[in-house]
């Protein structure tokens, strides 16, 4: 089917009164790994919440649908349950609301049809095993007090136990160290592997190539101000490794 | 101080439609006590008036010694005089399963307990008010104890909806004793309740938690206030609250520090959550400092649901009203978590779940 495929089409969008998405044509296929990169303030975040219906991400044009249905019509929960998901480069701490229970209800919310308590618990115990995380994590407030890399985990947990069709990850990777780099990676991996997860659909937000060493990006997407100005395979990322994103800009400067 | 008396820049503004000055109470009608004790050596869990007849020397030692009986409720529940309950713990007793009392009333009840923990003695005493459509409960809660000693008073209520719950709490916790004061007031129309603590003896720690949550058109005042007049002592208090509907409450939170308790630490923190626009919660932290070699600590805060909250639950599929829900269940856990016995917790979540609709 032609539609299938987290489709994004002419995408404009904008924070307050600035216009910071300004066309964006990007078709991300299941089972496949985009990565978008491009240096800070291009825009990536901005295309991340404006999938997922952050309230302060005003759509201004344009079109999202995931597998032919139109997502931008949905409001954020129902985003969700359609099959998309956002790791977030901030996650919100909720006090006072358990791993555990947050977990059961989001899983609740996206899977109706969801396990027995058993064998959710079942599944808990072998996403955080991947992950190593230590059990104890399920019985504390949700992000709160968490450190950097904890929030990254959890998020990647999240991501595990929810098994979208889209996982929409926003610098996932930033300020994590080699080893919680590699359990994102294994994380991202073992879901892939999965029955529930093989057919997902990745956008893996990033500022540096690093992350593409533990998962390996079919495509590669370079975004400046607000567009797509680049798409290639993964020597793409390479060249950002070695040249930095200077002489992208020269080179679509010399085209503009 | 009348802890109930509103002053200065405390009194009622537009908001506040209640002048607890004026209001007055129908005369009690009696009202029963239920008084259920685990078994423990020495243990007296009695009614107050048994108390009277065969504990008096006992019961003096509590009755009257702190400053409950000088409020403006306070003197209507020694004028009225309902039900009462005694609970006495002998020294280097732990009494490991809570003490319930529970105090049914018609239309009006004026019910008084008396607590006394010996040096070394351990107790907690759940205390519920039950009653029907319109009922009034004026009460007192009386503590005392002795070095080392550790008691916790919970109280819960969830009385109807257009009921008053009026309740004065005083502490006196001995040297090196903690005293803590858990409150869920979940019910009645109004609601004026006070928890106090008098610190006279250095190593004393005092520890206050209080939950509350107005909704359609309740009204909550509640003060707590704890006097450090020894020093080298901890109070520790902890306020969650949140309004909906046309709710309303008003926490005016005291410590005060005098001259001469240098090395008190003291904690206050305060937060609400207001579920609708037209909710309104006061929230009035005052701390009064005269020693100079002290740490005391407040922080309050008044707001909505933070929108960055909601749309990251929404964002796991979790739909709005769901999403708010947990948010604001959450909200109360650090107090909630103050509360003894699971089966506590579980019925004030319950009282929540309840009013948050």
């Known amino acids: ?256 | 101080m009348p802890s109930a008396t509103l002053a200065g820049r405390e009194r009622p503004g537009r908001y506040w439609k209640i002048d607890l000055d004026t209001l007055e109470l129908p005369a009690g009608d009696g009202g029963t006590v239920e008084i259920a004790a685990p078994a423990a050596r020495g243990l007296i869990a009695c009614t107050l008036e048994q108390a009277e007849n065969d504990h008096a020397a006992l019961l003096a030692r509590v009755y009257g010694r702190t400053a409950a009986q000088s409020t403006k409720f306070g003197a209507m529940t020694v004028a009225q005089r309902g039900p009462g309950a005694f609970v006495y713990i002998p020294a280097d007793v732990s009494v490991d399963e809570p003490i319930l009392i529970t105090y049914r009333g018609g239309t009006a009840c004026y019910p008084y307990t008396v607590v006394l923990a010996e040096r070394g003695a351990r107790a907690t005493v759940i205390e519920r008010v039950e009653g029907g459509a319109g009922t009034t409960f004026c009460g007192i809660v009386e503590v005392v104890t002795e070095d080392h000693a550790d008691v916790t008073v919970a109280s819960l209520q969830l009385l109807p909806d257009d009921a008053r719950a009026i309740a004065t709490r005083d502490a006196k916790p001995g040297p090196n004793a903690r005293v803590a004061w858990a409150i869920a007031d979940l019910g009645a129309a109004l609601t004026v309740g006070s928890a106090d603590a008098r610190i006279e003896h250095e190593g004393a720690n005092v520890d206050i938690a209080a939950l509350f949550f107005p909704r359609g058109t309740q009204h909550v005042d509640l003060i707590t206030t704890v006097d450090h007049i020894a020093g080298h002592a901890t109070s520790e208090t902890i306020v969650k609250s949140a309004a909906a509907g046309r709710g309303q409450a008003r926490y005016l939170g005291n410590i005060r520090i005098v001259k001469d308790a240098q090395g008190s630490l003291a904690h206050l923190h305060d937060d609400a959550l207001l579920l609708s626009k037209t909710a309104h919660i006061d929230s009035v932290p005052a701390l009064e400092i005269a020693a100079n070699d002290v740490k005391a600590y407040h922080g309050a805060t008044v707001g909505a649901i933070d929108a960055e909250l909601l749309f990251y639950m929404e964002s796991r599929g979790i739909a709005r009203d769901a999403a708010e829900r947990m948010i604001a269940l959450g909200f109360f856990e650090p107090a909630i978590a103050r509360f003894p016995t699971e089966s506590l917790r579980e019925e004030i979540r319950e009282g929540l779940r309840a009013k948050i609709g």
């Open chain 1, 1 to 256: 089917m032609s539609a299938t495929g987290l489709r994004i089409t002419d995408l404009h969008a904008r924070v307050e009164e600035k216009e910071i998405l300004k066309g964006i044509d990007l078709v991300v296929e299941p089972g496949k790994v985009h990565a978008l990169m491009g240096p800070n303030g291009s825009g990536k975040s901005t295309l991340a919440f404006s999938l997922t219906g952050h309230p302060k991400y005003q759509v201004t044009g344009g079109t999202v649908t995931l597998d032919g249905e139109d997502v931008l019509a949905l409001p954020a929960d129902k985003r969700a349950r359609a099959g998309l998901f956002l790791s977030f480069q901030y996650p919100a701490a909720i006090p006072g609301v358990k791993v555990a229970n947050f977990l059961h209800a989001a899983r609740q919310a996206v899977r109706p049809d969801s396990l027995p308590p058993a064998k959710f618990r079942k599944l808990l115990m072998d996403k955080m095993e991947t992950l190593d995380m230590d059990p104890v994590f399920m019985g504390r407030y949700l992000n709160d007090g968490f450190s950097g890399g904890e929030k990254k985990r959890l998020e990647m947990l999240q991501l595990a136990v929810l098994a979208p069709k889209y996982a929409v990850l926003d610098e996932t990777d930033s300020g994590l160290d080699v080893d919680a780099l590699r359990a994102v990676g294994d994380a991202i991996g073992s879901l892939r592997a999965s029955d529930e997860g093989k057919d997902t659909g990745f956008l893996i937000i990033t500022h540096y190539p690093r992350i593409l060493q533990y998962v390996a990006a079919d495509v590669v997407h370079i975004m400046i101000d607000g567009r797509i100005v680049k798409t290639g395979g993964p020597e793409l990322a390479n060249r950002v490794e070695r040249e930095g994103y200077d002489t992208i800009r020269e080179e679509i400067g010399a085209i503009a």
